[in-house]
């Protein structure tokens, strides 16, 4: 069977380090091992309350992201999701297959709707995982490149293409969540127990933030009692974070930055990190300005919706016959 990778991200927010580490540095390597579909997940950002004028300037910011990245846009299909209809149509179908037990048990949703009043609560937030399972079966993506907390959401897809399989023959492809050795869980900068998120301007790096913010940012991270440079999550959770954050970015292993550092006091260790992160960000910063102002983000966005559309509607009209939906 062909491969085919699928991923997406969400136009909330500003774009993390968290992002880029997790998912968006390598999207460009994944297109030599097969068919990639990436897009901006517009409609699964709509299940918290935002701006119409600012979620239009992150979908730009996010497509020119993509682009940065240093993708072939004609080797990859680029889209929006809701350019493509047959995302919401087929959610309103799955919306049937995934149940209310297992939506709850999401983490996602229980961290998210924890800090809600419950009658601020959109449906749309409860049933984030059927659209985004409905994003993965149309394309009959196999590989589903994520960071860490995405994980939960891919096993669930993978249990509705079981039932669904199961219930209807082989309908479904079934997917598979990928994610990097290093780097699946950046933390936060200012509380590294926590997730660096894209609501936390303090302990986040935002890509496009300035270089010297994002110096600054790196220079007063919290760092652990002791003086070792060492990969330790229980007892040195910030030094870990930036080893790990390091290595990512240099593309070797925990130990072998461990050993780089093993001599070094903390200064210069965050002075090397902040290095490392202004370099590959400053050039990253760089590419997704030209994109912008050449526009260039348009032209593979409309040619995405029509590539994207039809294989979308094809595995559309397939789950639709099989269920007993008449084409007429
Ligand atoms: P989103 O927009 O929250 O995040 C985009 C990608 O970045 C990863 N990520 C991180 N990786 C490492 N460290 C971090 N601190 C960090 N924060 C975020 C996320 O895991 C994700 O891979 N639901 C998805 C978007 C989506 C999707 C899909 C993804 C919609 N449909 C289908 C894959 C397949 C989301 O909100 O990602």
């Known amino acids: 069977m062909a491969t085919r990778i699928l991923t997406g991200i969400k136009p909330t927010g500003q774009l993390t380090l968290g992002n880029y580490i997790g998912v968006l540095k390598h999207l460009k390597e994944e297109t030599n091992r097969g068919e990639c579909f990436y897009f901006i997940a517009d409609l699964h950002a709509l299940t918290m309350p935002i701006d119409p004028e600012v979620l239009k300037q992150n979908t730009i910011d996010l497509a020119c ?5 240093g993708i072939d846009p004609k080797k990859v299909t680029l889209f929006v999701q809701s350019s493509v209809s047959a ?5 309103a179908i799955m919306q049937n297959y995934l149940y209310m037990g297992e939506l709850s048990r999401m983490t996602q949703f229980k961290d998210k709707s924890s ?10 937030l409860f049933s984030y995982p059927v659209l985004m399972a409905c994003d993965i079966v149309l394309y009959d993506a196999n590989i589903i490149p994520v960071g860490e907390d ?9 249990d509705l293409v079981n039932r669904i399989n199961n219930k209807y023959g082989n309908v479904l492809v079934m997917p598979k969540a990928e994610m990097r050795k290093v780097g699946a869980r950046i933390m936060s900068l ?3 127990t926590k997730k660096m998120s894209k609501s936390d301007p303090k302990g986040d790096i935002f890509l496009k933030d300035d270089l010297a913010v994002i110096r600054k940012k790196i220079m007063s991270a919290v760092t652990d009692s002791g003086s070792e440079v060492k990969y330790d999550i229980e007892n040195k959770p910030g030094i870990s974070n930036l080893l790990t954050i390091y290595a990512a970015l240099k593309d070797i292993s925990i130990e072998e ?7 070094s006091r903390y200064g210069d260790f965050k002075k ?3 290095d490392v992160v202004c370099d590959e960000l400053g050039a990253f910063q760089k590419k997704y300005q030209e994109i912008l102002e050449s526009k260039a983000y348009v032209k593979v966005l409309e040619e995405g919706k029509e590539k ?3 294989i979308a509607n094809q595995t559309l009209n397939r789950i639709k016959d099989a269920i007993g939906l008449l084409k007429v």
């Open 65 to 69: 992201f993509y682009l940065a990245s």
């Open 87 to 91: 995302h919401a149509e087929l959610n």
């Open 115 to 124: 800090k809600m009043k419950e009658s601020a609560i959109g449906l749309g």
């Open 150 to 158: 995405q994980v939960q959401h891919v096993e669930l897809t993978r």
């Open 190 to 192: 200012s509380d590294p």
């Open 257 to 263: 930055a461990e050993n780089q550092f093993k001599d």
């Open 272 to 274: 090397a990190v902040a």
């Open 308 to 310: 994207a559309s039809a």
